[in-house]
């Protein structure tokens, strides 16, 4: 019989047992997510003779006075890592900071990852010729973020930002560069392909899961058609020229028009349209699988399924998001995967 193990710390606190756990990593969005339900009693402070909560703040009360003091040992910003599994096998599932706490019958910490460290901070810089990567190298400087190895080091003319929120900018490169943005545990990445993380140089090789064995429910992975359209990249110049980078696909007359940050190089552009068409053309299954803890499973990572009864359902497939959850009812752990080929 396996037991459900932790350990999670929360700033100066170890060993912290929570009654709930749940988190939330995607490719699709560069912030990590994370949930700590907490049983309140254990972490109150009491000053005074009597305490009373007021507003979702323990007050101390004494007379007539009333001193309101914050009753919990934590606080925004505290450094959080949460490490889930079995029989004290446990493996890092999240790393961020607390970025809300909410309490009534329960102390919950709401947790980000690493983009926690550039929700407050403000851009300023102009740029006559720059890369992504020196542009996000200057957005990063003072935290604990370092950059992605694999990072597209594209080169831009002419950018700049006036007191523009770390996110904007992160936004900006998602919309203006056709880019995926994401956090990788520290390690930011800005990239035209998401796949480039499932590689071997990355992990010891591909996570094999099976259908009825430590694969719980596969039912919400169905087939997904093509969007049957031809991809084209557009960009506009300030003299109001457009110029259009075409996929090399030429099966389809219907046309979708992506807009782009004028002035890109062609060899980049070309390469997103390529991706861009191959997520279109894409058809086969994807969907959400429900899986135990272990064996565990990484964002971005390659899975092997073997489909046992379904072998229609069986190949090489990728790990887009993971949501997770950890309490008395078991822990799991939702994969959203989409079919690489047999």
Same mark, same amino acid.
């Given at each position: 019989?396996?037991?459900?193990?932790?350990?999670?710390?929360?700033?100066?606190?170890?060993?912290?047992?929570?009654?709930?756990?749940?988190?939330?990593? %995607?490719?699709?969005?560069?912030?990590?997510?994370?949930?700590?339900?907490?049983?309140?009693?254990?972490?109150?402070?009491?000053?005074?003779?009597?305490?009373?909560?007021?507003?979702?703040?323990? %007050? %101390?009360?004494?007379?007539?006075?009333?001193?309101?003091?914050?009753?919990?040992?934590?606080?925004?910003?505290?450094?959080?890592?949460?490490?889930?599994?079995?029989?004290?096998?446990?493996?890092?599932?999240?790393?961020?900071?607390?970025?809300?706490?909410?309490?009534?019958?329960?102390?919950?910490?709401?947790?980000?990852?690493?983009?926690?460290?550039?929700?407050?901070?403000?851009?300023?810089?102009?740029?006559?010729?720059?890369?992504?990567?020196?542009?996000?190298?200057?957005?990063?400087?003072?935290?604990?973020?370092?950059?992605?190895?694999?990072?597209?080091?594209?080169?831009?003319?002419?950018?700049?930002?006036?007191?523009?929120?770390?996110?904007?900018?992160?936004?900006?490169?998602?919309?203006?560069?056709?880019?995926?943005?994401?956090?990788?545990?520290?390690?930011?990445?800005?990239?035209?392909?998401?796949?480039?993380?499932?590689?071997?140089?990355?992990?010891?090789?591909?996570?094999?899961?099976?259908?009825?064995?430590?694969?719980?429910?596969?039912?919400?992975?169905?087939?997904?058609?093509?969007?049957?359209?031809?991809?084209?990249?557009?960009?506009?110049?300030?003299?109001?020229?457009?110029?259009?980078?075409?996929?090399?696909?030429?099966?389809?007359?219907?046309?979708?028009?992506?807009?782009?940050?004028?002035?890109?190089?062609?060899?980049?552009?070309?390469?997103?349209?390529?991706?861009?068409?191959?997520?279109?053309?894409?058809?086969?299954?994807?969907?959400?699988?429900?899986?135990?803890?272990?064996?565990?499973?990484?964002?971005?990572?390659?899975?092997?399924?073997?489909?046992?009864?379904?072998?229609?359902?069986?190949?090489?497939?990728?790990?887009?998001?993971?949501?997770? %959850?950890?309490?008395?009812?078991?822990?799991?752990?939702?994969?959203?995967?989409?079919?690489?080929?047999?």
């Amino acid at each position: 019989m396996f037991h459900m193990t932790s350990d999670i710390q929360v700033g100066t606190y170890t060993n912290i047992k929570a009654n709930k756990v749940s988190w939330r990593t %995607s490719s699709g969005n560069f912030i990590d997510t994370c949930s700590i339900v907490l049983p309140l009693s254990p972490y109150m402070r009491k000053e005074g003779a009597k305490t009373v909560q007021q507003d979702g703040v323990m %007050s %101390s009360v004494s007379g007539t006075k009333v001193k309101r003091v914050n009753s919990i040992p934590f606080a925004k910003g505290d450094f959080v890592r949460v490490s889930l599994g079995y029989d004290n096998r446990n493996t890092l599932v999240f790393e961020g900071f607390v970025h809300r706490i909410n309490y009534t019958e329960n102390l919950v910490l709401e947790c980000e990852g690493y983009a926690n460290q550039l929700r407050e901070k403000y851009f300023s810089k102009s740029y006559q010729k720059t890369t992504l990567k020196q542009i996000l190298t200057d957005l990063i400087q003072g935290t604990d973020i370092l950059l992605s190895p694999r990072i597209d080091d594209v080169p831009l003319t002419n950018v700049w930002f006036k007191n523009a929120t770390a996110f904007k900018v992160l936004e900006w490169v998602q919309k203006e560069l056709c880019c995926k943005v994401f956090f990788d545990g520290k390690y930011l990445y800005a990239g035209v392909s998401k796949f480039i993380y499932a590689d071997p140089e990355r992990s010891t090789g591909s996570v094999r899961l099976r259908v009825g064995w430590n694969v719980i429910n596969a039912n919400a992975l169905t087939i997904q058609q093509s969007e049957s359209v031809q991809i084209n990249v557009v960009e506009k110049d300030a003299a109001g020229t457009v110029k259009k980078t075409k996929s090399e696909s030429k099966k389809y007359s219907n046309v979708k028009e992506i807009k782009a940050r004028s002035g890109l190089p062609a060899q980049y552009l070309r390469k997103v349209a390529t991706e861009l068409q191959g997520e279109s053309d894409y058809s086969g299954y994807a969907g959400n699988i429900e899986c135990f803890l272990e064996p565990h499973v990484f964002k971005c990572d390659k899975i092997e399924l073997d489909g046992a009864r379904f072998p229609e359902r069986a190949g090489t497939y990728f790990a887009e998001e993971i949501d997770g %959850s950890f309490d008395e009812q078991g822990g799991r752990r939702t994969i959203k995967i989409r079919h690489y080929g047999n």
